[in-house]
């Protein structure tokens, strides 16, 4: 596990950012992970995503901020955290930022499921482009298979999903979460070489999502 820090931001950066959406949490609930996740499918996705659709699922419209500075600082933290995740991906060292939950043992332990929630609302955002060629080239399903299955261990599946996915061990567990760097890096390079065509439905009014669970927990890189 690498403990290095994102392009651009700090370790002091990054928990300043993290403690602003613990106190201020957005309409999904997204953590500092779950923006990360976010970001991911959205930087590694078909198309470009304006801030103006993936903000509204980061901030709170009415209670968003306490005042201009606060704002100004979030904000630039929110661009340069996004700057991170293209340059990681360009520099081939891309890493997913997780979250971290005591074990029984009292020792720590990586949590996908802020991330993986915040992957699928990113994809969301062009969720009718992603499902055509999802629909229409089993390769693409291929390279995202690293995120299924932990989003299925995670419990983000329905049942019947869910159900189609053998249980990981802790040791198949460990290389699927290693192997999620790569598989972002794979997706963006899928949609680069292969973009979107024009009735795969480019553009689409982003699509409400329910509130999401909020976690707690700090932010490993």
């Known amino acids: 596990m690498s403990h290095s820090t994102p392009y651009g931001l700090d370790a002091g950066e990054l928990d300043e950012l993290h403690d602003y959406l613990v106190a201020h949490p957005g309409p999904d609930g997204l953590m500092l992970d779950g923006v990360h996740g976010l970001l991911s499918a959205i930087v590694a996705g078909p198309e470009p995503v304006p801030a103006s659709e993936w903000l509204p699922h980061v901030i709170d419209e009415d209670t968003g901020f306490d005042d201009a500075d606060q704002a100004n600082r979030i904000l630039s933290l929110l661009v340069r955290l996004y700057n991170s995740v293209v340059q990681e991906l360009e520099a081939l060292t891309y890493e997913p930022i997780f979250g971290e939950y005591e074990d029984e043992d009292g020792g720590a332990d990586l949590a996908?499921?802020?991330?993986?929630?915040?992957?699928?609302?990113?994809i969301d955002l062009r969720g009718p482009v992603w499902e055509a060629r999802m629909t229409g080239d089993p390769r693409l399903m291929d390279l995202l298979d690293p995120i299924i299955r932990i989003s299925a261990d995670e419990g983000l599946f329905e049942s019947d999903t869910s159900e189609q996915l053998a249980e990981l061990d802790e040791e198949d567990r460990e290389q699927l979460l290693r192997a999620i760097g790569g598989a972002v890096a794979d997706v963006q390079q899928y949609w680069r070489e292969q973009p979107p065509t024009p009735d795969e439905g480019a553009n689409?009014?982003?699509q409400p999502r329910p509130v999401l669970r909020r976690r707690a927990g700090r932010w490993v890189h």
Request: hydrophobic letters at 35%.
């Open 112 to 122: 996908a499921v802020g991330w993986c929630e915040g992957f699928s609302i990113g």
């Open 204 to 206: 689409p009014d982003p």
